[in-house]
């Protein structure tokens, strides 16, 4: 596609149900980035792709977020159990490789948890 | 470990005045510096990036910023503000032995008064 595209753009969740997050990169991207943006904590990295495998991991808040990347293409962030705190935009980013200072970056998925 | 420190969540200026704002950073190594903008409901837009070539980098819409090693700075201005240039700005710092993921500041908003 033209651009990183974020699926859905909203989304509303119980507190406690299971969420999917879905995030389409720039075709020939190899490296895949996911962030969250929220109030108090501002921007934070989250996990980084290269290809399918994720050498960084660090950002993970807890063991109840996932993700994984399959085909080297479309990325799933999965919350588990979801908690009011995990209320956030989350914003998927991809650049050419892992050495392309330049990573583009999509509209996000605001996640409200009631 | 990096960090970035931008200095005033909130900054007015009237239109055509000058558009300062500061991003000052911390880095073990060599840090690559961005500054991005973010509009209402919308991702993040690369204006401009340092990457240890010309200290002095010109970005889109008009705006630069210039990387000082010796204030550990990178500050970004606008000589003269336009009402379009109200947005967030976030600047951010990277380095490839973190996988080049990015560390943001806390984001300054721009108010641009008529």
């Known amino acids: 596609g033209a651009g990183v595209s974020q699926s859905p753009s909203n989304k509303v969740t119980e507190k406690g149900k299971d969420v999917e997050l879905r995030c389409d990169p720039i075709?020939?991207?190899?490296?895949l980035y996911w962030y969250r943006q929220s109030l108090g904590q501002g921007l934070e990295f989250l996990i980084y792709?290269?290809?399918?495998?994720?050498?960084?991991k660090s950002g993970l808040p807890s063991d109840r977020f996932s993700a994984e990347r399959t085909g080297g293409s479309v990325s799933t962030l999965t919350i588990q159990r979801t908690q009011q705190e995990d209320s956030a935009v989350y914003l998927c980013?991809?650049?050419?490789?892992?050495?392309?200072?330049?990573?583009?970056f999509g509209q996000g998925t605001r996640l409200t948890v009631v | 470990a990096q960090s970035v420190t931008q200095l005033g969540s909130h900054v007015s200026v009237s239109e055509g005045a000058l558009v300062l704002l500061r991003c000052n950073y911390s880095?073990?190594?060599?840090?690559?510096l961005f500054w991005y903008v973010q509009y209402p409901n919308q991702g993040l837009q690369l204006l401009l990036k340092?990457?240890?070539?010309?200290?002095l980098v010109k970005g889109i819409n008009g705006f630069e910023a210039e990387f000082k090693k010796s204030e550990t700075s990178f500050h970004l201005t606008k000589p003269s503000a336009h009402m379009s240039d109200a947005a967030e700005y976030f600047c951010?710092?990277?380095?490839?032995?973190?996988?080049?993921?990015?560390?943001f500041g806390s984001g300054t908003r721009l108010l641009v008064r008529p």
């Open positions: 980013a991809s650049s050419l490789h892992s050495s392309d200072t330049e990573a583009f």
């Open positions: 340092y990457t240890s070539a010309a200290t």
């Open positions: 951010a710092v990277s380095h490839m032995d973190s996988s080049y993921k990015l560390i």
């Open positions: 880095s073990s190594v060599p840090p690559y």
């Open positions: 792709f290269q290809g399918n495998s994720a050498p960084d």
């Open positions: 075709s020939g991207h190899t490296a």
